[in-house]
């Protein structure tokens, strides 16, 4: 088989890309190919503004995946295709610099994408206004709460080229209240920004509050066990009957997938 990984910029291109993300045949393992790899012939397409939802056992891959799709790493065999370009990250930890500013944060990505200064001080505004820290800018990181710090490091995710936004349990530290407000932003922003999303957690009722789709990962060989289309309105809340409802079900569905796995 033949790996080839595609992240072509879309300059120059009017057309809307098809897809925000497509993996065909993905297989990949770290090491030795004698253990069933960690991800097996993974087939997933993302639409553009799509907001999908990963879920699956600890070790089963689902961080692999999203670095496959960022390009950080190259699939032992199959094709990722991300032809918006490169996808901005965000992980559970923030990482932000805490030697700059909450504003300054934001616009040390703007800078990656070579805004000039006033551009940058302008933009960065923006966003912290869309993630509603529009008075906390010139605060320092150590100044900021846990919730804020993700919302400055979401801030500085959207400052970030390409239509494609990969979170790595982003909410995954925080406390209930603060992770139910950032569903609600998040939840805004997407509607706002047209952004497609792949979503890593482990909380299938955050899966079914946020996803449009949600898909569970099965272990060892990681595959595609089975996938749910969330028909439920935005916004939804996380204790709605319905959201309930569904969550139960994948719920079952991945305990099954853990028991088989053994943790
Ligand atoms: N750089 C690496 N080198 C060797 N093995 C790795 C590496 N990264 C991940 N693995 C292994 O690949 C498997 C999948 O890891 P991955 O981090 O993708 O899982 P995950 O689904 O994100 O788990 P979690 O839910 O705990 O974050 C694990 O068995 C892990 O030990
Ligand atoms: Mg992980």
Known sequence: MTTTVTAVGGQGSTAPAAVAARLTGVTH???EASRPPVLDRIDLTVAPGEFVCLLGASGCG?????????????????TVEVPGGRPALMFQEPALYPWLTAAGNVELAL???????????????RLLTLVRLEGSGPKRVHELSGGMRQRVALARA?????DLLLMDEPFAALDAITRDVLHEELTRIWTETGRAVIFVTH??????????????????????????AVDIPQPRRIEDPDVSRLSAEITEDLRQEIARHGH
Request: proline residues 3%.
């Open 158 to 162: 959207l400052a970030q080229e390409g």
């Open 62 to 78: 689902k961080s692999t995946l999203l670095s496959l799709v960022a390009g950080l790493d190259e699939p032992v065999s199959g």
């Open 203 to 228: 909380n299938v009722r955050e899966a079914v509050r946020l996803g449009q789709r949600v898909v569970l990962l099965s272990s060892r060989p990681g595959r595609v066990a089975r996938e749910w």
């Open 111 to 125: 800078r990656l994408r070579g805004l000039a200064r006033a551009e940058r001080r302008e933009e960065a505004q």
């Open 29 to 31: 393992h770290f090491g």
